[in-house]
């Protein structure tokens, strides 16, 4: 299907060997992927150049052609808009945690993983407040998430976090820069009066971890961007479990389809994610479609995790796209090292199949396959005119 | 020959492979090329970076050492340049068509591509007009083809063309930005006197297709740049029939070799071209050879035809510049794909040869040989570092 293109990202599928020199992608057991490597062309991604280590967000939005260093606001915008809030020009944003705070120290910072519904019914007690005349706004997304949003005059998003990522006093949130000097304080009212009326909540009697406390965390400042449709000249489609992603797209103005089962959780479904791509190029020009679990596996220090979602991903979700006949490029958002169990900046495998693209000499995809790959050394920003190119829908500069 | 360089561009010369995994030039029967990379090194390079659509201008001015986003001032001047017409710093220049209008409707965009002669003939009543203060130019050059050259204050070139590029109604000129108003109100002027004097002249009377309006596009400022020589250390001269590479050459200080025989077009005289660049060595550092056909070929969508040319090329102009001893790059412009007819951003087979190169593991000169070459992955603005250091003349950066 030549003029289209699905994006297919791993998250966290590059590795480092182990002593035999195995990866979970190459010593995955992975057919259909092989087969797209013989036909196609390999090369190794460098998501926000060479070995800079990528998170999440700064390696998506440079993916999709917004490059991080112009375009990155911080986690907060990107959870709240991948958790369907709308936002605003100017609005600073958070992601928050229910934590459980006792005698003035965080006990869990995550209150027990309280249930969603909880977290709702606690939500509407803090759900709106005004402070130094800024809107602040509270809402719970999944369990023990949530999103902060303040809005108003005078905001910055140059603040400390209140959230210590560990067991000890919440923190009082400090102004980096003057521009945010009442950011800070807004921050700091909001998290006493949160703390004061949760702490009232009967939805918290009889829980041995109270949910009565707001950590805060990831600020930014949201500003509107300049369409993917515009910026790229294509319409583009995002099929995602997590909110981050989901959030990514949004912020760049993509659309999103919603698929039941796909939750970004090692149970997602693959084949709906699969079939909700092929459909989706029907109305649109690109897909962008995520898989998580890959990532979650190495975090856990789980190889053989790692490596059977990869045969996964192979076994239910790459025969759907290839058939669709669109152009492929498959690839994750950075290496999440197994051993580590943290992101690397070891570069990415990635393989490219389709109308629109040459083919190579290599038979297989993997770490070192992809080293000897004829599209060589690819930065992040590389790569969306690299797909737009194949799509034949790029712009010719000059005449 | 130490310290001399050839870079010749076969216009065009990138591909895609056919269902059998051939393209035009790794089909060619081409063993005077093939003997240069085995002796030499290869390479891919992607002119304006990677997967970016080039047009022939912005990239030959990037590879010659002039990167088209800072250089490149819109294909009018180039073209005016080309065509041996001197322009002042500030002159706004359009490449210019003759048509046939019809009750305000275009029957051809090239007035049945009338002859050179007949071009000159008209051109006469249309040399000189001044409106608004300002003094508009009009000059044919080959067949339909001619420029106009405005001067004088308040000019700038952000102006839509009065060429549809289709059939329709001549379009009316409109500013993009306020700088331009006059300029788009000056070339409607024009193009409505220029109407009602063909329409009178004698020479159009008994034609079929009356060579009675001006079509203009690719409007550009002339801003005079620094010179090849003080750029790059080094002199320049470009061989070439196409008035376009002459034009770039001529913006950026380059001399100009005029060959008899070297058309722009598949009849040019390969041999005359070969002999003219070694003789121009005597007196020149660098010497820049174009040859259009393999571009003009793969836009007509003929893969055999493209073939043939570098058959063509390697048999009649390869032995005589590898004759020479100096340093050898041959590669493209970039890739017009034989069965789409266009350009892409595909990347372009390089081949480096010569005394001041290294010699890699590969034994022809293909894009998937290339894939494989010891120079890997090349933009445009590497070019000349990478020639004038083979010649050993680029200067030291730091001590």
Known sequence: MEGKGILLIMDGLGDLPDKLGRTPLSAAKKPNMDKLAKEG???????????????????????????YWEFYCGRGPLEALGSGIKLRHGDVAFRANFATVKNGKILDRRAGRI???????????????????????????????????????????????????????????????????????????????????????PE??????????????????????????????????????????????????????????ATGSKDTDLKAKGKAAVEALKSHDFVFVHVKATDSFSHDKNCEGKKKMIERVDKELVPLIRGSGANLIITGDHSTVCALGKHTGDEVPLLAWGPGFRADAQKKFSEVSCMGGGLGHLDGWDLMPVMLNAMGRARMVGT
């Open 115 to 201: 249930p969603t519904e909880l977290g709702k019914k606690l939500a509407q007690r803090i759900c709106k407040m005004y402070i130094e005349g800024i809107e602040v706004s509270f809402m719970s997304t999944v369990e023990h998430r949530g999103v902060v949003v303040m809005r108003g005059p005078g905001l910055g998003a140059n603040v400390s976090p209140t959230d210590p990522h560990e067991i000890g006093p919440v923190l009082e949130s400090h102004a980096f820069r003057e521009d945010s000097a009442k950011t800070a304080r807004v921050l700091n009212a909001f998290t006493k009066r949160a703390m004061e009326e949760l702490s009232k909540a």
């Open 41 to 67: 062309i390999l090369g190794l991604l460098s998501p926000i150049g060479r070995g800079n280590v990528p998170g999440s967000d700064t390696s998506h939005l440079t993916l999709l052609g917004y490059p």
């Open 204 to 261: 918290n009697s009889g829980r041995a971890l109270a949910a009565n406390a707001i950590l805060s965390r990831g600020p930014g400042t949201y500003v509107e961007v300049e369409p993917f449709v515009k910026r790229l000249g294509i319409t583009g489609v995002c099929v995602a479990g997590g909110a981050l992603y989901k959030g990514v797209a949004r912020y760049i103005g993509m659309d999103i389809i919603g698929v039941k089962g």
